[in-house]
């Protein structure tokens, strides 16, 4: 990303959100495990965003559930996480961030709520999906991934948009998981949000240029450049 690849991208300038979030995410985790192996299943059960959850609680389970990580192998996923997070945050500021991480996390959690939910009225799954745990930061991490898209050098846009899509539908055709939807549908979602924010840039710099181009011819000409 154009944004990473300035000098001086490691300052502190746009870190405070991705230091709070992963503060908090670490927070969670010491907490959960510091309680007995019961207490921790039920604690992930209780915020996870199955479809049993939403239907009770929708609000409360798609909040909690952002900053869960039920096991430790799952903590290196802060790092790519932080990654995405100080970009978009240099890039577009702290409430776009969020709004965008928002967006993947809850769209995305939605998405694969109404699929399941789908199957199980037609008796296509077997009713312990709607049980299932469903928690972490991925969904949000993979729209913010999508979106950084605009900000990737053309070259290397087409592979950097294409692999992960055609990696997720891979793990469909061979091992179908509703997770694996859920990250396709996010990562796809932040795509859509990339092309977005690459029209409204060229539109404000095809504006910034008109205007300056206005600018320029309606400034007064020195008299030493007047023609007679």
């Known amino acids: 990303m154009r944004t990473l690849l300035r000098p001086g991208w490691l300052s502190a300038r746009g870190t405070d959100l991705a230091v709070l979030y992963v503060l908090t995410v670490l927070v969670v985790f010491v907490g959960v495990h510091r309680g007995t192996p019961r207490e921790q299943y039920e604690y992930v059960q209780g915020a996870s965003t199955n479809v049993d959850n939403l239907r009770h609680s929708p609000f409360r389970v ?3 559930s952002s900053v869960v990580i039920p096991h ?3 903590l ?3 790092l790519p996480l932080v990654v995405a997070l100080v970009a978009v945050q240099r890039w577009l500021g702290r409430l776009a961030t969020i709004v965008v991480f928002g967006v993947g996390h809850v769209g995305a959690t939605l998405f ?16 312990g999906v709607a049980h299932a745990p469903d928690v972490g930061v991925s969904y949000g991490m993979a729209c913010l991934f999508g979106l950084l898209a605009a900000r990737v050098p053309r070259r290397p846009r087409f592979p950097y948009c294409v692999l992960p899509v055609a990696g997720l539908v891979a793990v469909l055709l061979i091992a179908p998981d509703f997770t694996a939807v859920g990250h396709l549908v996010a990562f796809v979602v932040g795509l859509g949000l990339a092309q977005v924010a690459h029209r409204a840039a060229t539109s404000a710099v095809a504006a910034a240029a008109a205007g300056g181009g206005r600018d320029a011819s309606a400034r007064p000409v020195p008299a030493r450049a007047q023609l007679p």
């Open 112 to 127: 694969v709520a109404v699929v399941i939910a789908a199957g199980l009225t037609h008796g296509r799954l077997d009713p």
């Open 76 to 78: 290196v996923i802060l």
């Open 62 to 64: 798609l909040v909690a």
């Open 72 to 74: 430790a192998t799952g």
